[in-house]
Structure formats: structure tokens, C-alpha cells
């Protein structure tokens, strides 16, 4: 799992094993719904405040993560709400698909 690669994280909050940083999902269920994707975006930006609360409160260093969304499989309406709640850094796996969200009209419109 991504995070056993980030030993450091378990020492200052407990985050679930369920919980996926990296495809904005919580376990195992599919994202049916806009809403379903902002309240897990949420959710993982009040877990990355709180560590970075207790880094800075433990004088670690004052570099804050930056959390990567990856786009994978989800549509496009999805990726438009999350970028307007304020997520910034989106990744893809497969190319075609990058090149399809990127220059879609939405999308294009809102980073132009």
C-alpha cells in the first residue's frame, strides 16, 4: 500500500487502511456521485492538515505534501469538482486518457 511507504504518517495520525490517498476514494466503493468525491477529497485534505498541524507542533520540517489526485477512470465531472474545491495537481496513467480530460472544452475552459 501507498502509505507503508510513508512510515512518518502513522506516527503523527492513524489514517484507516481503507483509505486511498491516491484515487480520492474511501476502500473498496466505486464513486457514484459528485458529492461522494467531494466528501472524500475532504476528508483526506482535514487528515493532511491535522499532520501537518502535528509536524510544524514537533518542529519536523515545515515542507508541506502535496496531494497528486490521479484521475484514473473517473469522468470528467468529477475531476471539474474536485479542481473547484481547490485540487490543483491531478496524475493519469494512460495517456489517451490524459490527452482526452486535458483538452476537453470544460476543462480547458476552467485552466485557460
Known amino acids: 500500500m501507498f502509505l507503508k511507504s510513508f512510515p512518518f504518517i502513522d506516527k503523527f495520525t492513524s489514517i484507516p487502511n481503507?483509505?486511498?490517498?491516491?484515487?480520492?476514494?474511501c476502500g473498496q466503493k466505486k464513486m457514484s456521485t459528485l458529492e461522494y468525491v467531494i466528501d472524500g477529497w475532504n476528508d483526506v485534505q482535514s487528515r493532511i492538515?491535522?499532520?501537518?498541524?502535528?509536524?510544524?507542533?514537533?518542529?519536523q520540517s515545515n515542507i508541506e505534501p502535496r496531494l497528486v489526485?490521479?484521475?484514473?477512470?473517473?469522468?470528467?465531472?468529477?475531476?471539474?469538482?474536485?479542481?473547484?474545491?481547490?485540487q490543483k495537481y491531478f496524475g493519469e496513467n494512460y495517456v489517451q486518457e490524459?490527452?482526452?480530460k486535458s483538452f476537453d472544452a470544460e476543462v480547458y475552459y476552467l485552466i485557460s
Open 18 to 25: 481503507n483509505l486511498n490517498l491516491l484515487h480520492l476514494s
Open 49 to 59: 492538515k491535522a499532520v501537518i498541524q502535528k509536524r510544524k507542533q514537533s518542529d
Open 69 to 86: 489526485a490521479v484521475s484514473k477512470t473517473k469522468p470528467i465531472e468529477h475531476i471539474i469538482g474536485i479542481y473547484q474545491q481547490g
Open 98 to 100: 490524459l490527452l482526452t
